[in-house]
């Protein structure tokens, strides 16, 4: 029986469930993040919207991975710092493997040294946690709707890159570290050994210390040791 034979009222019933569904239909969130608490903090906060809901949690880069394969969200909320691998590297294979998925970051970190990379990568927005309780919600609406989600100070330093040229833009020596070289001293700081690091990031050691050896050189230390005590130094006051 095709829609024009069925009866009147059947047909208004169903036009009534559609837009009842269309009422209700809500943001499809999947959170990763590798501390269990601040996942449970954001899904405290959005249990509270009643157009969001958290469909999916997740700790390190994989395991993000396989959850938005199943679960195909509007929206994911990535950390930058995981449990292995890297949230800006995370943010790359998402966008290329689910480009309908929008992307969110949001760190520990100052916006100034990851909000660009994040942007870069592929994400809408980038939030400091420290700030979260009260912009994460804007954030998530604003990019669900398409909008870039970023703060006045980081807009203007991007427009003034695009004005005089990356080139000719002062940049910190920590800045001009790449993606890699940067998660590498990040988790130098934390105290990983080479091996370590080459297995949170899935690289060879060969390739660390090749990295190691790049930042050295560009942040104009003299040996391994100082590179390991700026490390460190840089991630106890960076969070």
């Known amino acids: 029986m095709t829609a024009q034979n069925l ?7 169903n036009r009534s469930d559609h837009h009842t569904a269309m009422s209700i239909s809500r943001t ?8 269990p608490s601040t996942r449970d903090g954001l899904a405290t906060r959005v249990v ?22 199943e ?30 998925v929008k ?7 100052e916006e100034s040294l990851y909000g660009e990379r994040a942007l870069r990568a592929g994400s809408m927005g980038y939030i400091n946690k420290q700030n979260a309780t009260d912009m994460i ?35 910190s020596p920590i800045e001009s570290l790449s993606d ?11 105290g990983m050994t080479t091996r370590k690091i080459a297995e949170a990031m899935v690289l060879s050691p060969k390739t660390i210390e090749t990295y190691r050896a790049r930042i050295k050189e560009k942040l104009e230390l003299d040996d391994m040791p100082s590179l390991t005590r700026e490390a460190t130094q840089w991630v106890l006051e960076n969070g």
């Open 7 to 13: 009866p009147v009222c059947f047909q208004r019933h």
């Open 28 to 35: 499809r969130i999947v959170v990763v993040d590798d501390h």
């Open 48 to 69: 509270l919207e009643s157009d969001l809901e958290i469909v999916g949690e997740a700790s390190d880069v994989n395991e993000a991975v396989e959850m938005i394969e």
């Open 71 to 100: 679960e195909q969200p509007d929206l994911a909320v990535i950390d930058v710092s995981l449990k292995t691998g890297s949230g800006i590297d995370l943010v790359r294979k998402v966008k290329e493997r689910f480009p309908r």
């Open 103 to 109: 992307l969110l970051v949001w760190s520990m970190y």
């Open 137 to 171: 919600i804007d954030a998530i609406r604003a990019i669900t709707a398409g909008e870039l989600f970023i703060s006045e100070e980081l807009s203007a330093k991007m427009l003034h890159r695009v004005i005089v040229g990356k080139e000719s833009a002062a940049i």
């Open 180 to 190: 890699r070289e940067l998660e590498t001293f990040r988790l130098i700081g934390q």
